[in-house]
C-alpha cells in the first residue's frame, strides 16, 4: 500500500493552516473583514512580490516566491482589523516590500507581516487585533497542531520552543517581583493570539538567525522584552513591537556566528553552510 507523499515545502502547509484559521476567524469568530479586502490583499501581495522581486532575485531564480505573499496576506488578515479594505492592501503591500529594500548581508531581516501590520496599526486607520482570539482551548489546541505539522518541516521548533519557555521564565518572574497570582501564567497561554505569535511569526526561516544558539537566544530576548514592555511601559501589542525592535539583532547574530564557526570551517568543519544567508 503505497502513501499520499506530502508536500516537502513547508510554506505549503502554512498557507493551509492560516487558511483554515482565516475561515474559522470569518465564519464562527465573526472576524469583521471587509470582504474585498479578502481578494484585494493576496492580490496585492503578488503583484508587490512581482515587482520587487528583480531587486532581491538570487541568481538562476526567476519565479517569485508567491508563496510567501499569500503567507503574508493570510497573516495580515489575522491580525489587522480596518473598516477600509485598502488598509490591508497598503499593509501587505509595504510588508512584501520590505523584503527587497530593507535588507542586510543579501538577506531580509524585518518580518515582512509584523513590519506590515504595525506599519498599518501606527499610520492607518487600522489596529491590532490581539484580543479577537479570546480563550478558546480548542483553538489553541488546532493552532498548535497545525503549528507543529508546520514547524516540524520548516525545522524551527527551537524557535518556538524557546519563546514559550522565556514567556513562561519571563511571567513567573512578573509572578515573584510584582506579586501577580499565579493564575495569570495558564491564562497568558489560553490566548490564541500567544500561539498564533509563537508558531507563525517568530519561527520565519527567513527572518531569524541562521545558528540554532542564536535563534534560542533571540526567541527568549523577544520574550522578556515583550513582558517587560508590558509590565514598565503598558505596551499593547507587545510581542509584534519586541520582534520589531530585535530585528536588528538578526544580521548580528549571524555574523558573530558566522565568525566563531570560521575557524572550525577552516578544518573541514562544513557546519558553516547551514549559516550561510537565506535569499529570499
Excluded at 516590500?97 to 499610520?123: Q, W
Excluded at 479577537?132 to 518556538?160: I, M, P
Excluded at 535563534?215 to 509584534?240: E, S, T, W
Amino acid at each position: 500500500m503505497r502513501f499520499v507523499e506530502l508536500p516537502k515545502d513547508p510554506r505549503l502547509f502554512q498557507i493551509a493552516v492560516l487558511g483554515s484559521l482565516l475561515l474559522y476567524g470569518v465564519l464562527e469568530l465573526s472576524f469583521t473583514l471587509p470582504p474585498i479586502a479578502l481578494l484585494a490583499t493576496p492580490l496585492f501581495a503578488c503583484v508587490v512580490e512581482r515587482l520587487t522581486f528583480r531587486f532581491r532575485a538570487p541568481p538562476g531564480k526567476s519565479r517569485p516566491p508567491y508563496e510567501s505573499s499569500i503567507i503574508a496576506s493570510l497573516s495580515t488578515m489575522l491580525l489587522l482589523r480596518s473598516t477600509e479594505a485598502w488598509v490591508y492592501a497598503v499593509s501587505v503591500s509595504f510588508a512584501v516590500a520590505t523584503k527587497a529594500f530593507i535588507r542586510v548581508r543579501g538577506r531580509h531581516f524585518l518580518n515582512p507581516t509584523n513590519a506590515g501590520v504595525l506599519f498599518a496599526a501606527s499610520f492607518l486607520p487600522g489596529w491590532v487585533a490581539s484580543g479577537q482570539w479570546g480563550h478558546n482551548l480548542v483553538l489553541v489546541f488546532a493552532l498548535l497542531s497545525g503549528g507543529l505539522l508546520v514547524l516540524s518541516r520548516a525545522g524551527r521548533l527551537d524557535s518556538a520552543f524557546a519563546f514559550l519557555l522565556g514567556l513562561v521564565a519571563a511571567q513567573l518572574t512578573r509572578i515573584w517581583v510584582f506579586g501577580y497570582r499565579p493564575a495569570t501564567l495558564t491564562h497568558l497561554f489560553e490566548n490564541g493570539a500567544v500561539w498564533l505569535f509563537a508558531l507563525y511569526m517568530i519561527t520565519d526561516p527567513r527572518t531569524t538567525p541562521s545558528a540554532r544558539s542564536a535563534r534560542v537566544v533571540h526567541a527568549i530576548f523577544v520574550a522578556f522584552l515583550a513582558l517587560g514592555m508590558v509590565q514598565f511601559f503598558y505596551k499593547r501589542d507587545a510581542i509584534l513591537w519586541a520582534l520589531l525592535m530585535s530585528a536588528p539583532l538578526i544580521p548580528i547574530f549571524d555574523f558573530v556566528t558566522q565568525k566563531l564557526a570560521e575557524p572550525s570551517s577552516s578544518k573541514g568543519d562544513s557546519s558553516n553552510a547551514s549559516s550561510a544567508p537565506v535569499h529570499a
